[in-house]
């Protein structure tokens, strides 16, 4: 979804029903990347994906509560993926693969994290409701805070070679 085009505007349903689709995207897509990592045994990086799918799913709980602490019903429809590492285009989840490295991995991760942060702070920056802009800034904190988890992990892992995709044995993977 495109918040940046229409910020402005954002109620507090709306901001729930994005939030709770992107936390819950997010929780996902980390159990996907601990799935791959294991497979790649690399044990501590799956660990990590593990913990940040365990905290996104923490926030899908706490949004949750927030609905129905608010008692609101019809929240608008959300859709919120992740992008893959060639940008928004590719939301097939072809990057998340078992072939990826931490390297890659950890960079998707990076790049999702930014933009779950950018897509708090331009609503908290547009809505224009002091309460919409409060619990968006809130939100938006969190996902800093995982940006910086992030990106030092990935000053732990070298990058590789760009021809981690070619895929030599493609029947392995189903093992
Ligand atoms: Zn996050």
Known sequence: MSAAANAQGTTIEDLLAS???LEEEASERYAELAEAMRS???????????????????HVDEIRRQIVSRALTDLPAAGYRWVGLEGPE?????????LMTPYQALSLALLN????????LDIAAHSGDPEVEALAQELAAEEREHVVW??????????????????ADPANLQA
């Not at 590719?90 to 078992?98: A, I, M, R, V």
């Not at 994290?113 to 708090?120: G, L, S």
């Open 40 to 58: 790649h045994n690399n044990r501590e990086v799956a660990e990590l994906f593990a913990r940040m799918a365990a905290i996104e799913q923490l």
């Open 90 to 98: 590719t939301t097939d989840h072809s990057d998340l693969h078992y």
């Open 19 to 21: 939030a709770l689709a």
């Open 113 to 120: 994290e930014q933009r779950a942060r950018d897509h708090y």
């Open 150 to 167: 992030v990106e030092q992990w990935l000053e732990r892992f070298p990058r590789t070679d760009a021809d981690w995709d070619q895929d």
